[in-house]
């Protein structure tokens, strides 16, 4: 992105954060929605997830530790506030075996946020859930 552009996006958060927050959001939906038919499938959803977890296990041995989480999570703080208080809590919650690393199938079992948004739970993410949770992350 060009550095005016940047500044820009700088200054309307401050002045419209929501409507920020919503753009986020839709941009986060794009990257998922691999085939660009406007929903977002379980698959494509754990696809993206799959990425993650290799973006955030940066010494590639599989697991996430608390040492990983953190460094993401301090990075996340700024830009996306919300999502490192929830980084913060995922080793308690998504470590199921308790061994202090969150394993890829720990992590791609969390389907907490497919399900939030997946409203009438048929496996997809479609145009009208998309909208509605961009609205939903705007207004808290
Ligand atoms: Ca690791
Ligand atoms: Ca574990
Ligand atoms: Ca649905």
Redesign the pocket.
Known sequence: MAKPLTILALCLSVSAAPAFAQNRAADAFDRMDANGDGSVSRQEYLNQRANQFSRIDRNGDGGISARELDRVASRMASRAPSTARDLNGAMARL?????G???RR?FLADMRMFRAVDTDDDGIIGPAERQAAADRLAAR
């Open positions: 470590d199921t075996n308790g061994d690393f969150i394993s720990e």
